[in-house]
């Protein structure tokens, strides 16, 4: 039998698509998956449209990459966005080190599963001055790891979870200031967190009772 004819179209395909896949692989940094968790992130605010359209989601406004193309920065403080973040494809950016969106009108709850245990490589986090509401979750993220938290100045209630600053032995810095927080703050904040802590602001809120009763 005649080899089949429609046999070279497809490997030349082939080819075309390995040949291309290498440029765009050398070309741009950026992975897929980080790429399409930035853009639902960014589907997610309602206002104003990021300047997130070039293909290297590496090069993007307030993006840092590693030489892997895995986002390790997200930091667009002061940037006017407005949106729920909470569940959120945030969480699928598991390469996290720096998380800085302060100073923006970004509303729902810390206390989603998923997000905060998901993050474990987050070294600073700030989501200071926005409408984040609700408790905050059992732990702090990257327990470990976390060096500096600034969740102040949102609409944060209910109690600090007495398991929350356990093993954070290299947080230096801790803001919940200016929230309405309840209750007593938890002595695990003196047995099992870093002995650097240099800032601690529970200012402002609506704490009661003791310090450090358990
Ligand atoms: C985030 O990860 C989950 C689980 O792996 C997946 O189902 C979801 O589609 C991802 N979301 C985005 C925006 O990549
Ligand atoms: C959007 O970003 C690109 C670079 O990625 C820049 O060339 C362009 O001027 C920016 N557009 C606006 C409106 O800022
Ligand atoms: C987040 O960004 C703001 C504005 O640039 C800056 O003032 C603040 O120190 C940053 N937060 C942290 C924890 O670095
Ligand atoms: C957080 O949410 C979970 C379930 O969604 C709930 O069981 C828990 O009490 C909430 N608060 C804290 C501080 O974890
Ligand atoms: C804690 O911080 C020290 C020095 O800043 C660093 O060497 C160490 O790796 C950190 N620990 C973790 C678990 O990241
Ligand atoms: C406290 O937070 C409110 C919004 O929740 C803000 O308007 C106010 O400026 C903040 N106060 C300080 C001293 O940061």
């Given at each position: 039998?005649?080899?089949?004819?429609d046999?070279?179209?497809?490997?030349?395909?082939f080819?075309?698509?390995?040949?291309?896949?290498?440029?765009?692989?050398?070309?741009?940094?950026?992975?897929?998956?980080?790429?399409?968790?930035l853009m639902?992130?960014s589907l997610?605010?309602s206002?104003?449209?990021?300047?997130w359209?070039?293909?290297?989601?590496?090069?993007?406004?307030?993006?840092?990459?590693d030489?892997?193309?895995?986002?390790?920065?997200?930091?667009?403080?002061?940037?006017?966005?407005?949106?729920?973040?909470?569940?959120?494809?945030?969480?699928n950016?598991?390469?996290?080190?720096?998380l800085?969106?302060?100073?923006?009108?970004?509303?729902?709850?810390?206390?989603?599963?998923?997000?905060?245990?998901?993050?474990?490589r987050?070294?600073?986090?700030?989501?200071?001055?926005?409408?984040?509401?609700?408790?905050?979750?059992?732990?702090?993220?990257?327990?470990?790891?976390i060096r500096?938290?600034?969740?102040?100045?949102?609409?944060?209630?209910?109690?600090?979870?007495?398991?929350?600053?356990?093993?954070?032995w290299n947080?230096?810095?801790?803001?919940?200031?200016?929230?309405?927080?309840?209750?007593s703050?938890?002595?695990?904040?003196?047995?099992?967190?870093?002995?650097?802590?240099?800032?601690?602001?529970?200012s402002f809120?609506?704490?009661?009772?003791?310090?450090?009763?358990?």
């Amino acid at each position: 039998m005649v080899p089949q004819p429609d046999h070279q179209p497809i490997s030349y395909g082939f080819l075309f698509i390995l040949f291309f896949s290498s440029i765009i692989s050398a070309k741009y940094a950026c992975k897929l998956t980080e790429r399409s968790s930035l853009m639902s992130f960014s589907l997610s605010l309602s206002s104003p449209p990021l300047n997130w359209t070039s293909v290297d989601c590496c090069r993007w406004e307030g993006i840092t990459c590693d030489q892997d193309g895995l986002v390790t920065q997200l930091l667009l403080p002061s940037k006017g966005l407005k949106g729920g973040i909470f569940p959120s494809s945030l969480a699928n950016l598991t390469h996290l080190t720096h998380l800085n969106l302060s100073h923006n009108s970004l509303y729902g709850s810390l206390n989603q599963t998923g997000f905060f245990s998901s993050l474990n490589r987050l070294e600073i986090l700030d989501l200071s001055s926005n409408l984040l509401s609700g408790e905050l979750p059992a732990s702090l993220p990257s327990r470990n790891v976390i060096r500096m938290v600034d969740l102040s100045s949102n609409h944060l209630h209910g109690e600090i979870p007495s398991s929350f600053f356990q093993q954070a032995w290299n947080l230096t810095s801790f803001s919940v200031g200016n929230n309405t927080l309840t209750g007593s703050i938890p002595s695990s904040i003196c047995l099992h967190s870093s002995p650097s802590i240099r800032l601690l602001d529970f200012s402002f809120n609506k704490f009661s009772g003791k310090f450090f009763p358990d």
